[in-house]
């Protein structure tokens, strides 16, 4: 089944510690993206990159990091410096930019609690 | 920068009934897309509906159709026959040619039967 996973579901991690939220797709998508949501709110843009290689910072880059070396992968970093990184972490992807499907298929996220 | 608002925190509706989902946006671009995407409790991202800001035509999909009026910037949800299923957050978002998308706060829809 075609699909983006993460892994894990929820991850429990120490202050001052940096931690990697995997992120892989089999869709064949050129574009992947990082969300972060917290308790009753949206989903705020972290991290995108529509090609290998290549990346953007969305609206809350700052303690965040990523990596784009393959097209099925698209792992986030949060970092010591993020200042909150308590929160309900979502990868998305989609088709090429450029073509007119721009909805983003979305991963069951992963749940980061930081003590 | 664009911002999505949705003013409607919370809102009930009777199974059966017609529910209307309010969303208004705020962009300086021309060719951009909106949706809409449910979050059952699973919180799973389902694509409820799109509508691409140069088709005039409103979209529809099933029991969902929405009210696209680009020159008041406003993206409304119709959830007609509306079903215990549908008990869900509600959340809007715009996304511009390549960019990331931008959702607003979300609207939690309870069905009652």
């Known amino acids: 089944d075609g699909g983006i996973t993460q892994s894990p579901k929820y991850l429990f991690r120490k202050e001052g510690q940096n931690v990697t939220l995997s992120c892989e797709q089999n869709l064949n998508h050129d574009a992947m993206y990082w969300y972060r949501q917290d308790p009753g709110q949206g989903l705020r843009l972290i991290y995108y990159?529509?090609?290998?290689?290549?990346?953007q910072k969305g609206d809350i880059a700052e303690g965040y990091s990523v990596s784009r070396e393959k097209k099925e992968s698209f792992p986030l970093t949060v970092t010591s410096a993020q200042k909150n990184p308590t929160a309900f972490y979502l990868c998305?992807?989609?088709?090429?930019?450029?073509?007119?499907?721009?909805?983003?298929?979305f991963g069951p996220g992963t749940r980061l609690t930081v003590t | 920068a664009q911002t999505v608002t949705q003013s409607q925190p919370e809102m009930s509706v009777q199974e059966a009934e017609t529910v209307t989902l309010s969303c208004t946006y705020d962009?300086?671009?021309?060719?951009?897309?909106l949706f809409w995407y449910k979050q059952p409790p699973s919180r799973q991202m389902i694509l409820v509906i799109r509508?691409?800001?140069?088709?005039?035509q409103n979209a529809t999909e099933n029991r969902f159709s929405v009210n696209f009026q680009k020159a008041a910037k406003s993206f409304s949800l119709k959830i007609s026959d509306s079903q215990l299923g549908d008990t869900a957050m509600y959340f809007c978002a715009f996304m511009k040619q390549g960019g990331g998308m931008r959702f607003g706060a979300g609207t939690r829809l309870t069905v009652k039967p």
């Open positions: 962009t300086s671009e021309n060719n951009y897309y």
């Open positions: 998305a992807s989609t088709r090429r930019p450029g073509l007119q499907a721009y909805e983003q298929y």
């Open positions: 509508q691409e800001a140069y088709k005039q």
């Open positions: 990159s529509q090609i290998v290689n290549d990346f």
